[in-house]
């Protein structure tokens, strides 16, 4: 019995990471699934939602910026508008580049925003990280509060689900998935190209914060190495790309299985022997890479291939589906 | 639920305790497998399996029970470390923690997995400021004592050996950057004077540039704050390639072998101290460890090896003292078998130590890094040595009184 | 000021020879397969240490065993092209980008499964420098990876502009369609491709491992600076990566210099970004590159 609720508490805190993931990755569905930006400096995001996010509600502390013990609304909600603020100059600098250029843009930017985390010792304690984070439910006796916070992320990946899905069908979604498949025909028909781009870009961003602060509250702590790019960007890609890219529901299945692999994989390793379980570890890394492989060459659609929002209304005549 | 799985334990183990039978006794052992430590972290598991292996060959624990460490990879990252606590915690059922590795990873799995989850974790080389501040209900511990001690140690060292003037580098990790700034201002304090207090960036193909501007202002020694394989190495060869420094003080980021062997016990003999979060290395207990941990053939002066070593048996003692593995009942028996009142059990007396809990009487540790007393915060003082080039070409060591 | 050239100077040239070498190699493939090959910083990574096993066994000079560690990085990225990067020649060049992206993680952890991650040295020990007119002060291995490097790009240039299938390179990089069409064969160039890249990269990753250590992060730690040194000299111009390497490593090391006062210009810690910035601002002003290359 003490086993299952081990478990099931297991599962909670499975389900929540898996939750607060799926979150980045629909982010990220945003902006590469519908937009077709090619964003690597998710980690960047993810860092200044946690960051501001854990500085508004701290207590006072010596050891960095703080004492401002906002409440948690608050908090999420300057957490995103600083990320939409950010993002709305890199978008400024770097939407204008070709794919893969805006690769290298985003991986560069969020590696300067971690090198400013570890420097500006005076807000962020630098490498040493911000501690006694509050968490939201935490004085609810266990594991209701555990409970609470798993419902508090689904619920926001659930209403984070069901905007993106609207927002899809909408006039609004049609013209993004137009922009990333024919740009000059979107052009030709009279769309703010640069405009609708940068949107999709900020509210990827925006949903990347959010998910920051929330691993922020959630761990309770937070330090330059949790925006490390290896789990907090390249895995949130192998996630999109397993799961399904342009397709919401994708993302959220490819978010919460992937994670599962990830942390589950270790269950396993860790019955090994001492000195293969050291070398295992690296093995998982190697199956990652290898996984996002074997779907970009087998099954380049993910699980859950994309579904093309139709306008309700009949089509004009002459018109098919660009490809 | 919590009612539910409380009744359930004591009725699992009642159970158990009836059968009687040799089961495992699992114990988290999280530790950064992969990640920016991953080099220093498998003497550290040397460390800790070697204490469950005494604890094992010499009866077991509690009814002849096996200790099993159960490894969970935190790579100092504080997301992997509340994941990894939280596996060994729920899926593994461990009844206490040896861990986690960084002070990162270890600030996220004890506030967010073990303190909500009542479960004792003693960190072997965790070794921040915070941690001591935090609300733990007497269930975070560390055998690894903070920065604060070692900067002052290493601070006073510096001035005793007659240095008066230094340049202070350091690697903007948690670590690093940490013991600089209480070294810095223990420095100063004590009287000497820091020409220059300068980041850098660890991992960097050359730090010429840094060096020549640290050099300004007529320093006599480099305070070099930096892991050795990521910067800490580079920077020692860029100085006396170039001329600008040629006496080090180092803390114990830079303690390996690997120094002398890239750099040359010749060049460095005489140049360099390192204090080292260590143990008296005249000591019995420390002799003790050292010759078990040789056997093995680990360096038993490996960063942290002996914490981990410590941390484990410490943990051992505290579940015999405890009767069960009850996990409430392990934190509570911790700080006893670190202090006295009670005889002194050394490394490896693990028959000696299980017969005199046996006899209802107390034990104190005594171990491989010193006398480990865990404070009111679950902290220890710890001892410090200083590390110098021999004529073998090996390192040296000199505990500072 | 003539501590400026020692300590700023001359290690900018250095630290800028090993970017340039490693920036050639990507920007051929950003022109030739037209992608941004991640795992290029890899590939150096997996030459060093091969290097190093070659030093252990044969105790030879770390250069005496670079041509077999090459030859045999090639083969390994050949074996990579044919089976992971080859499926998506018709696709959509973002497909390459993410293959590199899991290539980089595969390559890494094979390198961290097979030789640990504990710091290696390839050429233990100290070398104190030749001071030239009292104050020059030139270390043997310095002057050894700089000539060496310089060798190489000279190797380059006579490949590029004196051999067919050089100059097959430099059609296919300004206009792969164009090139297809006058009967290039277009997986030979592609195959060289690889080969001058590998070589090059293994090169530079000596050079690094020579100047410091071999460490299974020091390709990755390398691959943004490389990255900017391509954009900077323009997509696709191996003599614009060339120029662009010594620039960013220039710029680097020169930035901590005490320009104004006695502090450095810029925190040190911040070293790191430098590279960045010149490539965002050239992404900005002109995103051709100094020598016009491809956007």
Redesign the interface.
């Known amino acids: 019995?003490?086993?299952f609720?081990?478990?099931f508490?297991?599962l909670i805190?499975l389900a929540t990471?898996g939750g607060i993931y799926a979150i980045l990755t629909l982010g990220l569905n945003i902006q590469w699934g519908f937009t077709g930006l090619?964003n690597v400096g998710i980690a960047g995001f993810f860092a200044i939602g946690a960051y501001v996010s854990a500085i508004l509600t701290t207590a006072p502390s010596i050891?960095h910026l703080g004492g401002y013990q906002m409440p948690y609304a608050v908090s999420f909600i300057a957490a995103m508008l600083v990320s939409a603020c950010i993002a709305w100059a890199v978008g400024k600098?770097?939407l204008r580049?070709?794919?893969?250029?805006l690769?290298?843009?985003t991986?560069?930017?969020a590696?300067?925003f971690r090198?400013i985390l570890?420097?500006e010792?005076w807000a962020t304690n630098?490498?040493?990280?911000v501690?006694?984070i509050p968490?939201p439910f935490?004085t609810l006796?266990?594991?209701w509060?555990?409970l609470c916070f798993l419902a508090l992320v689904i619920l926001t990946v659930f209403v984070i689900y069901l905007a993106l899905e609207v927002a899809h069908k909408s006039p609004w979604g049609r013209v993004m998935t137009a922009i990333r498949e024919n740009e000059i025909a979107a052009k030709a028909a009279g769309k703010n190209v640069e405009r609708f781009r940068m949107q999709g870009f900020i509210f990827g961003c925006m949903l990347m914060a959010l998910a920051g602060a929330y691993?922020a509250h959630?761990?309770?702590?937070?330090?330059p190495?949790?925006t490390?790019p290896?789990?907090t960007t390249?895995l949130v890609?192998?996630m999109l790309?397993v799961g399904g890219s342009a397709n919401n529901r994708g993302a959220v299945l490819g978010a919460f299985a992937m994670w599962t692999v990830w942390?589950a994989s270790?269950?396993l390793a860790?019955r090994l022997p001492?000195e293969l379980?050291?070398?295992t570890?690296?093995?998982r890394?190697?199956l990652?890479?290898?996984v996002?492989?074997i779907f970009?060459?087998k099954y380049?659609k993910g699980f859950l291939s994309e579904t093309r929002p139709h306008p309700r209304a009949a089509r004009t005549p002459g018109y098919s589906e660009p490809e | 639920m919590k009612y539910l799985a409380k009744f359930s334990l004591a009725a699992a183990f009642s159970l158990a305790s009836m059968t009687a039978s040799a089961a495992d006794i699992k114990v988290g052992s999280v530790a950064g497998v992969t990640g920016p430590i991953a080099e220093l972290v498998a003497p550290i598991l040397a460390g800790r399996n070697l204490a469950a292996e005494h604890v094992n060959a010499q009866g077991g624990l509690l009814q002849g029970d096996t200790m099993k460490m159960v490894v969970a990879d935190s790579a100092c990252d504080p997301k992997a470390g509340v994941d990894a606590g939280g596996k060994v915690v729920n899926i593994e059922q461990v009844v206490a923690i040896v861990g986690a590795s960084c002070s990162g990873a270890t600030n996220g799995m004890v506030q967010s997995v073990t303190i909500p989850a009542g479960v004792v974790s003693v960190s072997d080389s965790a070794t921040a400021p915070s941690i001591t501040d935090l609300k733990d209900n007497d269930l975070v511990y560390r055998v690894a004592p903070s920065d604060s001690y070692q900067g002052r140690a290493l601070a006073s060292h510096v001035l005793a050996s007659g240095i008066k003037k230094v340049a202070v580098t350091y690697a903007t990790d948690d670590y690093n950057a940490g013991l600089a700034e209480v070294f810095a201002r223990e420095f100063k304090n004590m009287g000497g004077t820091v020409t220059a207090n300068q980041a850098h960036e660890p991992k960097k193909a050359s730090y010429r540039g840094e060096l020549a501007t640290l050099a300004k202002g007529g320093p006599e020694a480099l305070a070099l704050f930096a892991y050795y394989g990521s910067s800490g190495i580079t920077i020692i060869r860029n100085s006396i390639e170039n001329g600008l420094f040629g006496k080090f003080y180092a803390a114990d980021g830079m303690f390996d072998k690997s120094v002398i062997e890239q750099i040359g016990a010749d060049v460095l003999r005489g140049n360099i101290d390192i204090s080292q979060s260590s143990s008296d290395y005249d000591d019995v207990s420390y002799k003790l460890f050292a010759a078990a941990i040789s056997a093995k053939g680990v360096n038993p002066k490996a960063p942290y090896a002996a914490h981990g070593y410590d941390a484990t048996f410490l943990m051992a003692l505290a579940i015999e003292k405890a009767g069960s593995a009850d996990r409430g009942k392990i934190a509570a028996a911790l700080r006893s078998v670190s202090k006295g009142p009670g005889e002194v059990i050394r490394p490896g007396e693990w028959a000696k130590a299980k017969k005199l809990i046996s006899e209802g009487k107390d034990v104190n540790y005594e171990g491989a890094t010193g006398i480990v007393d865990f404070d009111e915060n679950g902290d220890v003082s710890g001892i410090y040595g200083i590390n110098t080039i021999g004529a073998d070409g090996n390192w040296q060591t000199k505990l500072l009184k | 000021m003539i501590e400026f050239a020692n300590f700023y100077l001359i290690p900018g040239i250095l630290l800028g020879s090993i970017y340039a070498l490693g920036a050639i190699g990507i920007t051929l493939t950003f022109g030739i397969l037209r992608f941004a090959n991640f795992a290029h910083g890899e590939s150096m990574t997996l030459g060093a240490y091969i290097s190093f096993t070659l030093v252990q066994m044969t105790g030879l000079h770390p250069l005496m065993v670079m041509p077999i560690s090459m030859v045999l990085t090639i083969v390994v990225l050949l074996f990579i092209d044919r089976y992971f990067y080859r499926p998506f020649r018709k696709s959509h060049a973002i497909m390459l980008v993410m293959a590199s992206f899991g290539m980089m993680l595969m390559i890494r952890s094979v390198i961290q499964f097979f030789w640990g991650v504990q710091v290696k040295t390839i050429l233990p020990g100290i070398q104190m420098p030749i001071v030239f007119f009292d104050t020059l002060r030139l270390s043997p291995k310095h002057i050894m990876i700089i000539i060496s490097a310089i060798v190489l790009m000279l190797a380059v240039h006579f490949l590029l502009s004196r051999t067919k299938i050089g100059k097959a390179m430099r059609a296919m990089a300004d206009s792969p369609e164009l090139a297809r069409l006058t009967g290039i064969d277009t997986e030979h160039v592609i195959r060289t491709t690889w080969v001058v890249g590998g070589a090059l990269g293994v090169a530079s990753g000596v050079f690094l491992a020579i100047d410091t250590h071999v460490e299974t992060m020091m390709g990755f730690n390398l691959l943004l600076p490389m990255f900017a040194s391509a954009i900077l000299g323009g997509i696709g111009r191996p003599y614009g990566a060339m120029a662009g390497g010594l620039i960013i490593g220039l710029t680097e090391e020169l930035s901590s210099y005490p320009w104004i006062g006695t502090e450095p210009l810029l925190n040190p810690g911040y070293k790191a970004g430098i590279a960045f910035i010149i490539m965002v601002g050239m992404l900005i002003w002109r995103p051709t590159g100094l020598f016009k290359g491809k956007v």
Request: hydrophobic share 40%.
């Open positions: 019995m003490e086993q609720y081990g478990y508490l297991y805190s990471m090619f050891r600098v770097c580049l070709r794919t893969d250029y690769a290298i843009a991986i560069g930017i590696e300067i090198l570890k420097n010792t630098g490498p040493r990280g501690s006694m968490k935490e006796p266990e594991p509060n555990q691993t959630y761990l309770k702590f937070i330090d190495n949790a490390e290896l789990t390249f890609w192998v790309i942390s270790e269950i860790s001492d379980a050291i070398r570890a690296y093995i890394i190697f990652i890479g290898f996002l492989q970009l060459q380049p």
